[in-house]
């Protein structure tokens, strides 16, 4: 693992064992507020040695900006820590969390000590906010590389920690390529002065914009050449010859690995986009009916519908108030400073 200084009171560490994963401590007094930790119980143990030295009042906060295991398991080594995230998060956590990390502990036993903390703040609106001394982090929901993510803008500085929605290729394996355009657009307007990616350097001022619209240009010509190739009746095994160059992006980033992860985006835009094209399946009886005489049909008696039968649902998920709205807790404790008020966006 190695550090940098962004600003005063602001270390971002990257992971010298996958992919360049950040993670981002910001000091506020004698607490730290974590975005994200990194996976390996050995390089977030090193996080932890800093911020003792850093914050004598330990880390107060972590904020998840997604629910992938990079970014959540070193979250253990931290047990007094309040979890931020949004209510997506938990659900995927709950839902797929704890089988995949049981997995991970039968792979490698370098995972043993790891217990998966799930989100005890979460919200579901546009962003909700958590006041510090000196420092206000606005949590802002940022779907697109998956349902969950979201982006923390610390304002003071004008800097966003952007978790995967920004990385150094964007992937969309388990997302929607239009959300996380959308998001980028989003981002693009914020008069930011750095972007701390979720995997790969900080990006500087002079450089987001033309960033993040090659990041934008990627996804359109991933879709374009895999869909121009299916129209020439190219099989999926032929989409991997779409290279990452043709799609207007370098194979070097991350050392390499954004490769791998091109031919994933492309494996994945190809299956998506045949799913996409097969005909809805044939009414059995539709031909046959055509040619029947048919009877008047006899009106049922009125019934009143469920919700369930009208296709809505009677669970409202709620986040916790961080501004003035309502809000969802998953423990009995407050986050000590965090605000009251929830702004959607």
């Known amino acids: 693992m190695h550090w940098e200084r962004a600003s005063e009171d602001i270390y971002i560490f990257a992971s010298d064992r996958y992919a360049q994963v950040t993670a981002s401590l910001i000091v506020s007094g004698t607490v730290g507020v974590l975005i994200d930790t990194l996976p390996f119980p050995n390089e977030t143990a090193q996080i932890?040695?800093?911020?003792?030295?850093?914050?004598?009042?330990?880390?107060?906060?972590i904020i998840y900006t997604g629910h992938e295991a990079d970014h959540?398991?070193?979250?253990?080594?931290f047990p007094r820590a309040e979890i931020i995230a949004h209510e997506m998060a938990r659900e995927i956590l709950i839902e797929r969390g704890f089988a995949a990390l049981q997995r991970v502990k039968e792979q490698s036993q370098e995972f043993a000590p790891i217990q998966l903390r799930l989100p005890t703040f979460t919200f579901t609106t546009g962003s909700t906010t958590l006041r510090l001394p000196g420092k206000t982090l606005e949590i802002i929901h940022t779907p697109g590389h998956t349902a969950d993510c979201v982006s923390?803008?610390?304002?003071?500085?004008?800097?966003l920690f952007a978790g995967d929605t920004v990385m150094a290729l964007p992937t969309i394996v388990n997302g929607d390529p239009e959300q996380l355009k959308q998001s980028l657009e989003v981002i693009g307007a914020m008069q930011l002065e750095n972007i701390v990616?979720?995997?790969?350097?900080?990006?500087?001022?002079?450089?987001?914009?033309?960033t993040l619209r090659r990041q934008v240009n990627y996804l359109d010509n991933l879709?374009?050449?895999v869909q121009k190739l299916i129209d020439a009746g190219g099989s999926r095994e032929e989409a991997r010859n779409i290279t990452i160059e043709q799609c207007g992006m370098p194979r070097v980033l991350l050392n390499g690995a954004v490769v791998q992860l091109h031919v994933a985006n492309v494996l994945t835009t190809y299956d998506r986009l045949i799913g996409a094209k097969k005909p809805a399946r044939a009414e059995p009886q539709a031909a046959a009916d055509k040619t029947k005489p048919r009877r008047a049909a006899r009106k049922p008696a009125t019934e009143k519908k469920t919700s369930k039968e009208r296709g809505t649902t009677t669970r409202q998920p709620v986040a916790r108030e961080a501004?003035?709205?309502?809000?969802?807790?998953?423990?009995?404790?407050?986050?000590a400073k965090a605000s009251k008020k929830s702004k959607g966006r």
Do not use: N
């Not at 040695?49 to 880390?59: E, I």
């Not at 923390?152 to 800097?159: A, D, K, M, P, S």
């Not at 501004?323 to 986050?335: F, H, I, L, Q």
């Open 197 to 210: 990616q979720g995997h790969g350097e900080i990006i500087l001022r002079g450089e987001i914009r033309d």
């Open 72 to 77: 959540v398991y070193g979250a253990a080594l």
């Open 323 to 335: 501004s003035g709205e309502k809000a969802k807790k998953k423990t009995t404790g407050k986050p």
């Open 223 to 225: 879709r374009s050449k």
């Open 48 to 61: 932890a040695l800093f911020a003792r030295k850093r914050c004598p009042g330990g880390v107060r906060f």
């Open 152 to 159: 923390v803008l610390l304002h003071e500085e004008r800097i």
